[in-house]
C-alpha cells in the first residue's frame, strides 16, 4: 500500500482490555466532564471548584438534602430500569415520559374516587396495579404496530409522550379539575399517599427491589435471553422458533408496566396529585441513565444518583450564587457526551499513518 | 370570514418557525441521522438569536438597522444550531455512538444551553432584556407594499407575512430541487438510504453525513430564533418553545420528509396548535386540539408502514450508524 493512501488515522477494534484500564478511561471521561464544566461556571464569574462545592453540599451534607436528592433518583433509577430491556432488544422506546404520565392518571382516577372508600393498603395495591396497567397498555399499542407492521418504534413511542401529556392536560383544566378554574387536580387523600420510610415515600424501597428483580428477569431467565437474542440478530431468533413480534409485545408491556410503576410513585410519593408536567423529563433523562449503565441494573444506580446530585445540588446553587440551575442540564449534557465518547475509546484502537506493521499487530 | 383570515395568517407565523425546525430536520434525516436534538437545536438558536441582536442593538444604539439585526440574528442562531449538531455529529458519525441517546443528550444539553444563555443575559442586563421597539418591529415587518397587502382576502392570506416565511419557502422549494436534481443531492439520498452501497459507490459516507447534519441543526435553529423574534416579541420565553422541537421532528414524519410538503404541512400543523385561542367547537375541549398535530402524525406513520410503498419510507438507513467493516 502506497504510504499517503493510507488514511491519517485508521481505527481496529480492540478483542479485550484491561478491566482496570476500561474503568480509568470512564472515570477520566467523568473527571474531564466536570472540568469542562468549568466553562458555563466561569462565565458567570464564579469559583467553579466552590460551585461543584456547592452543588455536593446542598445534594448531600444534610439528611433532609439527601432525602430530596433520592427523591430525584427514584423515578430516574425505576424508569431506566423499565427500558433496559426494550434497549437490550434493540427496540428503542423514548415513549418512558407518556408511560409513566398514563400509569399517574390511573392512579390518580383511583386515588381521587376510591379514597373514602376503600382501605389504605388495598387502595394502594389497587393504585399500583392500575398504574402498571395503563403504563403497560400505553407501551402495548407502539409495540403493537411494530411487531405486525414493522412501523418506527422511536417516532411512534416520542408521539404517544405528547399524547399523554395532552390528555392530563385535558384532565387538569376539565373533568378532574378541583375548584372550577383553577387548572388543577386536588391533593390526594391521606388514604392514597405512599407511606414514608427514613423520610422517603416507600417508593425507593420498591425501586431497589426492582434493580434486583430486572437483574435476574434480564440475565437468569429463559424471557431475558430471548431479548437477548433479538437485540443480537432477530433473523437468529426467528431461525431458533422464537415468536419475535410476541416476544416485541410483551417486553414492551413490562417496560410501560415499570414505567406506569414510576407514575404511580411520583403522583403517591411525591406530588400527591396529577399535573401534566407529572413525568418531568424523566423518561428522557432515564434513557441517557440506561444507556450509559451498559443496561446493568446495579450500575444505574450510581448514574441516577449522580445526575440527581447534579440536579438537586444545582438548585442550591442558583440561590446560593445566582448560578441559572439551568446548569445542571449544560453539566448533565457534557457528562453524557463524555461518558457516550469513552466507549469508543474502550472499544476501538486508533492507528495512525506510519506504524510499522510489527507494531499494529502487537 | 375574517376569522379565517386572521387563523389562516396566525397559523402561518407559527408554522414558519415549524418550517425551519422541519426542513432542517428533513435534510439531517436524508443522510441517515436521525437528530432527537432538534429541542434543544431550537433552545439554542432562539437564545443565540437573541443574544446576536440584542448586543448588536447595545453596541449600535440608535444607529442599529433592521436589516442588519435580521441577518445578525441568522447567523447567530445558524452558529449556534450548526455547532451543536457537531457534536451530535461527532459523537454519532466519528465516535460511533447510538444516536438516540446522544440526540436526547443533545436536547438535554441544548435547552440548558439556551434556558442558561437566556437566563444569564436577564441576570447580567438587571431584569429584563428585550430589544427597542424599532428591532422589534423589523422582525415582524411585512416585507410586501401596502397595495399587495391590502388585496381582499388573498392579500392577507398571501402578502401579510414577515420575511422569514418568504425565506422558508425559498428554502423548501431550493431544498426540493438539490434532493431531487442535483448530484450532490442524490449522493445525499443515496447516503441516506444504503449506506455500503454509497460507499462502494465511492461517495465518502462521512463528509455527507457532517454536512447535511451540520447545515441541518443550523437550520432548525433559525426556527427557534423566528420563535422569539417574532412570536414571542423579542423576549427570552422557554415555555413557548417547549415541544416545539419535537412537534418539528413529528412534522417531519407528517411530511414523508419531503421539503415541498413542509410549506402546508407547517401551516396545518400550526393552525392546530393556535387553533385553540381563536375557534372554540363545542364538545371538543381545547386541549384536546394540542394533541392533534401528535395523534395525526401517529396516524400517517401507521398508515405508511402498513402500506408499504416504496417512496413514502423513512430513509431506509435512518438512525442507524455506519460502520464500514462490520458489512
Given at each position: 500500500?502506497?504510504?499517503?493512501?493510507?488514511?491519517?488515522?485508521?481505527?481496529?477494534?480492540?478483542?479485550s482490555?484491561?478491566?482496570?484500564?476500561?474503568?480509568?478511561?470512564?472515570?477520566?471521561?467523568?473527571?474531564?466532564?466536570?472540568?469542562?464544566?468549568?466553562?458555563?461556571?466561569?462565565?458567570?464569574?464564579?469559583?467553579?471548584?466552590?460551585?461543584?462545592?456547592?452543588?455536593?453540599?446542598?445534594?448531600?451534607?444534610r439528611?433532609?438534602?439527601i432525602?430530596?436528592?433520592?427523591?430525584?433518583?427514584?423515578?430516574?433509577?425505576?424508569?431506566?430500569?423499565?427500558?433496559?430491556?426494550c434497549?437490550?432488544?434493540?427496540?428503542?422506546?423514548?415513549?418512558?415520559?407518556?408511560?409513566?404520565?398514563?400509569?399517574?392518571?390511573?392512579?390518580?382516577?383511583?386515588?381521587?374516587?376510591?379514597?373514602?372508600?376503600?382501605?389504605?393498603?388495598?387502595?394502594?395495591?389497587?393504585?399500583?396495579?392500575?398504574?402498571?396497567?395503563?403504563?403497560?397498555?400505553?407501551?402495548?399499542?407502539?409495540?403493537?404496530?411494530k411487531?405486525?407492521?414493522?412501523?418506527?418504534?422511536t417516532?411512534?413511542?416520542?408521539?404517544?409522550?405528547?399524547?399523554?401529556?395532552?390528555?392530563?392536560?385535558?384532565?387538569?383544566?376539565?373533568?378532574?379539575?378541583?375548584?372550577?378554574?383553577?387548572?388543577?387536580?386536588?391533593?390526594?387523600?391521606?388514604?392514597?399517599?405512599?407511606?414514608?420510610?427514613?423520610?422517603v415515600?416507600?417508593?425507593?424501597?420498591?425501586?431497589?427491589?426492582?434493580?434486583?428483580?430486572?437483574?435476574?428477569?434480564?440475565?437468569?431467565?429463559?424471557?431475558?435471553?430471548?431479548?437477548?437474542?433479538?437485540?443480537?440478530?432477530?433473523?437468529t431468533?426467528?431461525?431458533?422458533?422464537?415468536?419475535?413480534?410476541?416476544?416485541?409485545?410483551?417486553?414492551?408491556?413490562?417496560?410501560?408496566?415499570?414505567?406506569?410503576?414510576?407514575?404511580?410513585?411520583?403522583?403517591?410519593?411525591?406530588n400527591?396529585?396529577?399535573?401534566?408536567?407529572?413525568?418531568?423529563?424523566?423518561?428522557?433523562?432515564?434513557?441517557t441513565?440506561?444507556?450509559?449503565?451498559?443496561?446493568?441494573?446495579?450500575?444505574?444506580?450510581?448514574?441516577?444518583?449522580?445526575?440527581?446530585?447534579?440536579?438537586?445540588?444545582?438548585?442550591?446553587?442558583?440561590?446560593?450564587?445566582?448560578?441559572?440551575?439551568?446548569?445542571?442540564?449544560?453539566i448533565?449534557?457534557?457528562?453524557?457526551?463524555?461518558?457516550?465518547?469513552?466507549?469508543?475509546?474502550?472499544?476501538?484502537?486508533?492507528?495512525?499513518?506510519?506504524?510499522?506493521?510489527?507494531?499494529?499487530?502487537? | 370570514?375574517?376569522?379565517?383570515?386572521?387563523?389562516?395568517?396566525?397559523?402561518?407565523?407559527?408554522?414558519?418557525?415549524?418550517?425551519?425546525?422541519?426542513?432542517?430536520?428533513?435534510?439531517?434525516?436524508k443522510?441517515?441521522?436521525?437528530?432527537?436534538?432538534?429541542?434543544?437545536?431550537?433552545?439554542?438558536?432562539?437564545?443565540f438569536?437573541?443574544?446576536?441582536a440584542?448586543?448588536?442593538?447595545?453596541?449600535?444604539?440608535?444607529?442599529?438597522?433592521?436589516?442588519?439585526?435580521?441577518?445578525?440574528?441568522?447567523?447567530?442562531?445558524?452558529?449556534?444550531?450548526?455547532?451543536?449538531?457537531?457534536?451530535?455529529?461527532?459523537?454519532?458519525?466519528?465516535?460511533?455512538?447510538?444516536?438516540?441517546?446522544?440526540?436526547?443528550?443533545?436536547?438535554?444539553?441544548?435547552?440548558?444551553?439556551?434556558?442558561?444563555?437566556?437566563?444569564?443575559?436577564?441576570?447580567?442586563?438587571?431584569?429584563?432584556?428585550?430589544?427597542?421597539?424599532?428591532?422589534?418591529?423589523?422582525?415582524?415587518?411585512?416585507?410586501?407594499?401596502?397595495?399587495?397587502?391590502?388585496?381582499?382576502?388573498?392579500?392577507?392570506?398571501?402578502?401579510?407575512?414577515?420575511?422569514?416565511?418568504?425565506?422558508a419557502?425559498?428554502?423548501?422549494?431550493?431544498?426540493?430541487?438539490?434532493?431531487?436534481?442535483?448530484r450532490?443531492?442524490l449522493y445525499?439520498?443515496?447516503v441516506?438510504?444504503?449506506?455500503?452501497?454509497?460507499?462502494?459507490?465511492?461517495?465518502?459516507?462521512?463528509r455527507?453525513?457532517?454536512?447535511?447534519?451540520?447545515?441541518?441543526?443550523?437550520?432548525?435553529?433559525?426556527?427557534?430564533?423566528?420563535?422569539?423574534?417574532?412570536?414571542?416579541?423579542?423576549?427570552?420565553?422557554?415555555?413557548?418553545?417547549?415541544?416545539?422541537?419535537?412537534?418539528?421532528?413529528?412534522?417531519?414524519?407528517?411530511?414523508?420528509?419531503?421539503?415541498?410538503?413542509?410549506?402546508?404541512?407547517?401551516?396545518?400543523?400550526?393552525?392546530?396548535?393556535?387553533?385553540?385561542?381563536?375557534?372554540?367547537i363545542?364538545?371538543?375541549?381545547?386541549?384536546?386540539?394540542?394533541?392533534?398535530?401528535?395523534?395525526?402524525?401517529?396516524?400517517?406513520?401507521?398508515?405508511?408502514?402498513?402500506?408499504n410503498?416504496?417512496d413514502?419510507?423513512?430513509?431506509?438507513?435512518l438512525?442507524?450508524?455506519?460502520?464500514?467493516?462490520?458489512?
Open positions: 500500500m502506497r504510504e499517503e493512501r493510507t488514511p491519517f488515522i485508521r481505527l481496529a477494534k480492540r478483542g482490555m484491561d478491566p482496570r484500564k476500561i474503568w480509568l478511561i470512564r472515570v477520566s471521561s467523568i473527571v474531564i466532564a466536570l472540568i469542562l464544566g468549568f466553562i458555563p461556571i466561569l462565565l458567570t464569574g464564579n469559583n467553579p471548584i466552590a460551585a461543584y462545592g456547592v452543588i455536593i453540599d446542598g445534594s448531600l451534607s439528611p433532609v438534602y432525602r430530596q436528592t433520592v427523591k430525584i433518583a427514584v423515578p430516574l433509577l425505576g424508569c431506566a430500569l423499565a427500558i433496559a430491556p434497549f437490550k432488544m434493540r427496540f428503542w422506546n423514548i415513549g418512558g415520559e407518556g408511560q409513566i404520565t398514563m400509569g399517574a392518571v390511573a392512579a390518580t382516577f383511583f386515588a381521587l374516587n376510591f379514597a373514602g372508600t376503600v382501605p389504605h393498603v388495598l387502595l394502594l395495591i389497587i393504585m399500583f396495579l392500575a398504574a402498571a396497567i395503563a403504563g403497560g397498555i400505553w407501551a402495548f399499542i407502539p409495540a403493537f404496530f411487531a405486525k407492521w414493522n412501523t418506527n418504534e417516532l411512534f413511542t416520542l408521539m404517544m409522550n405528547y399524547i399523554a401529556i395532552g390528555i392530563v392536560a385535558w384532565l387538569q383544566g376539565g373533568p378532574w379539575e378541583g375548584r372550577k378554574g383553577s387548572q388543577l387536580i386536588p391533593m390526594f387523600d391521606d388514604a392514597a399517599r405512599l407511606p414514608n420510610v427514613l423520610g415515600h416507600c417508593g425507593w424501597i420498591l425501586v431497589l427491589v426492582l434493580v434486583v428483580l430486572m437483574y435476574f428477569y434480564m440475565n437468569k431467565t429463559k424471557q431475558g435471553y430471548e431479548i437477548a437474542v433479538i437485540g443480537d440478530s432477530a433473523n431468533a426467528r431461525y431458533a422458533g422464537m415468536n419475535v413480534g410476541w416476544i416485541i409485545m410483551r417486553t414492551m408491556f413490562i417496560s410501560g408496566a415499570i414505567c406506569g410503576i414510576v407514575g404511580f410513585m411520583t403522583v403517591s410519593g411525591a400527591y396529585t396529577l399535573y401534566s408536567g407529572v413525568a418531568n423529563g424523566v423518561g428522557f433523562t432515564s434513557i441513565v440506561a444507556w450509559l449503565s451498559q443496561l446493568n441494573s446495579f450500575a444505574m444506580i450510581f448514574i441516577s444518583m449522580m445526575l440527581a446530585v447534579l440536579e438537586k445540588g444545582a438548585n442550591t446553587l442558583q440561590t446560593r450564587m445566582s448560578v441559572p440551575a439551568s446548569i445542571s442540564d449544560i448533565t449534557g457534557i457528562l453524557l457526551f463524555a461518558m457516550l465518547s469513552c466507549e469508543f475509546f474502550i472499544n476501538y484502537r486508533m492507528i495512525l499513518r506510519g506504524k510499522t506493521k510489527k507494531e499494529v499487530e502487537k | 370570514m375574517s376569522m379565517i383570515i386572521s387563523l389562516i395568517v396566525a397559523a402561518v407565523t407559527f408554522g414558519t418557525v415549524l418550517m425551519f425546525g422541519t426542513l432542517g430536520e428533513i435534510l439531517t434525516e443522510s441517515g441521522n436521525l437528530n432527537l436534538g432538534v429541542e434543544g437545536i431550537m433552545y439554542m438558536g432562539g437564545a438569536g437573541l443574544a446576536g440584542f448586543y448588536y442593538e447595545k453596541a449600535a444604539g440608535a444607529a442599529a438597522s433592521g436589516p442588519v439585526a435580521i441577518i445578525l440574528a441568522i447567523l447567530c442562531a445558524f452558529a449556534a444550531g450548526a455547532l451543536a449538531s457537531a457534536i451530535y455529529s461527532f459523537l454519532t458519525i466519528s465516535l460511533r455512538t447510538n444516536q438516540n441517546v446522544t440526540g436526547l443528550a443533545l436536547s438535554i444539553f441544548g435547552t440548558g444551553v439556551g434556558q442558561f444563555v437566556g437566563e444569564f443575559m436577564r441576570l447580567s442586563e438587571g431584569g429584563y432584556v428585550a430589544l427597542g421597539n424599532n428591532l422589534k418591529d423589523a422582525f415582524s415587518a411585512r416585507i410586501w407594499p401596502d397595495a399587495l397587502v391590502n388585496i381582499p382576502v388573498v392579500g392577507n392570506i398571501l402578502f401579510s407575512h414577515t420575511v422569514f416565511f418568504y425565506l419557502v425559498v428554502l423548501a422549494v431550493a431544498m426540493h430541487f438539490f434532493l431531487g436534481r442535483t450532490w443531492g445525499l439520498r443515496a441516506g438510504e444504503s449506506p455500503s452501497t454509497a460507499d462502494a459507490a465511492g461517495i465518502s459516507i462521512t455527507y453525513k457532517y454536512l447535511a447534519t451540520i447545515a441541518g441543526g443550523g437550520i432548525s435553529a433559525i426556527g427557534g430564533m423566528v420563535y422569539i423574534m417574532t412570536t414571542a416579541g423579542c423576549v427570552w420565553n422557554h415555555e413557548g418553545l417547549s415541544g416545539v422541537g419535537w412537534l418539528a421532528v413529528a412534522l417531519v414524519i407528517f411530511c414523508m420528509w419531503r421539503p415541498l410538503n413542509a410549506i402546508w404541512g407547517s401551516v396545518i400543523f400550526g393552525a392546530m396548535m393556535i387553533m385553540y385561542l381563536r375557534v372554540s363545542p364538545f371538543i375541549p381545547t386541549e384536546i386540539y394540542k394533541i392533534l398535530p401528535y395523534v395525526v402524525t401517529v396516524i400517517v406513520l401507521i398508515i405508511t408502514s402498513m402500506r410503498s416504496r413514502k419510507q423513512p430513509p431506509a438507513s438512525g442507524l450508524n455506519y460502520f464500514r467493516e462490520e458489512r
